[in-house]
């Protein structure tokens, strides 16, 4: 597929992933911190936010399925993940977020059950999108360095 074409398809892609609420504009500041001494920045920023989104996820899962659960460290978990999907521009996931730290402020394991389950939802949505934003620009950034070769 030409350049264009494949620009095209990912810039298609992240408009969707603005019109879905996936994205908001914090994701419009990284794009622009990327340039090209630094081509890849934003690819490096999305990685990390999901490897830290799979190790928080993990935790909370772990910490939900106790008998007792401790309410502090489901909140302590759920605001880094709030954060870190806030510097991304993650608005769907940082919404679910939100509304995940008012059930442990309630102390209510059925609402943070669901909680956890909608963040999730959230999560793998948009990992799932930014994996194939991740594939077409790796795809141009390859064609690039091919033309320039």
Do not use: W
């Amino acid at each position: 597929m030409a350049p264009t074409a494949l620009q095209e398809k990912l810039n298609g892609l992240v408009n969707s992933m603005f019109a879905e609420g996936l994205l908001d504009e914090q994701f419009q500041q990284l794009q622009m911190l990327q340039d090209g001494s630094n081509p890849g920045f934003v690819a490096e920023v999305v990685t990390l936010f999901c490897e830290d989104s799979e190790r928080i996820l993990a935790e909370l899962t772990k910490l939900m399925d106790q008998a007792v659960v401790d309410y502090s460290k489901v909140d302590a978990y759920v605001h880094q993940l709030k954060g870190s999907s806030s510097s991304v521009g993650a608005q769907n996931v940082k919404l679910a977020c939100i509304q995940f730290r008012q059930f442990c402020e309630d102390n209510n394991k059925e609402g943070c059950m669901r909680a956890l389950n909608v963040v999730k939802h959230e999560y793998y949505h948009l990992r799932s999108k930014f994996e194939t934003m991740l594939h077409l620009e790796n795809r141009i950034q390859a064609y690039e360095t091919k033309q320039q070769s």
